[in-house]
């Protein structure tokens, strides 16, 4: 059996070694354990990872998501593109995000998923002149992580200060230069965002890649799937 590779180049599958850690095949020279593999034995014997996972998520799996399992998958494996989740309430933005989490701490990547509105709220506290916090701790928090969730963008965006924006776009766009991936949800299409955010978060916000969510609101009926 025989498979293009990059350039076209005929590889023969039969000629590639099996990684004994995960089974799959790679060319392996002198080693039998693939890349990802190596590299996720080294992230574990720092600590691993740990993340939280609410009660009413603890059941959430890519698999939830039918329609969606290839292109999690390939993001799972890859890790190189920002995704951008909307949908209408209900539609299960934040149970395929807690899903991937689930995925990404067994992993022993580092990750977190924080609501944007308390993200404003640690970036208001360090108005106070008694705060112990300081916009660079708040930024330093998150642009450090491997994997960072951001749920509900956007929502009550009236009651965003411009500073706590300015300080959104310092967060995101330190990740996009650093080549971290992020992946955000929201309510509102990628259209509705650019007109409530300033354009240059709109515009690195155009760089992600959108994933629709669609349906009834599936808690009234299966519990939480926001």
């Known amino acids: 059996m025989k498979e293009l590779g990059q350039g076209n180049q005929i ?9 004994e850690c995960c089974n799959k095949r790679f060319r392996l020279p002198n080693r039998k354990w693939c890349r990802r593999c190596i590299d996720r034995w080294y992230r574990n014997q720092k600590g691993g990872s740990k993340c939280i996972i609410p009660m009413d998520y603890n059941t959430a799996e890519i698999t939830d998501f039918s329609d969606k399992v290839g292109l999690f998958e390939d993001w799972l494996f890859n890790l190189t593109d920002n995704l951008y989740f909307y949908g209408d309430t209900g539609t299960g933005k ?3 995000m807690y899903a991937l989490m689930k995925n ?10 924080a609501e944007f509105m308390k993200i404003c709220c640690e970036i208001r506290e360090t108005y106070q002149a008694d705060s112990v916090k300081s916009e660079l701790a708040i930024i330093r928090k998150y642009d450090n992580l491997d994997v960072l969730f951001i749920d509900d963008l956007g929502l009550q965006s009236n009651l965003v200060s411009d500073f706590s924006y300015l300080t959104f776009y310092q967060i995101l766009n330190t990740r996009i230069m650093n080549c971290l991936p992020t992946v955000i949800s929201s309510n509102k299409t990628p259209e509705q965002i650019g007109l409530v955010f300033d354009k240059r978060i709109a515009s690195r916000l155009l ?6 969510f669609k349906g009834n609101d599936k808690r009234e009926t299966k519990g939480i799937k926001k």
């Open 94 to 96: 934040t149970r395929a």
């Open 11 to 19: 590889i023969d599958n039969l000629s590639l070694d099996r990684c």
């Open 104 to 113: 990404l701490a067994k992993e022993g990547y580092s990750v977190a998923l």
């Open 207 to 212: 760089t992600f890649e959108v994933v629709e």
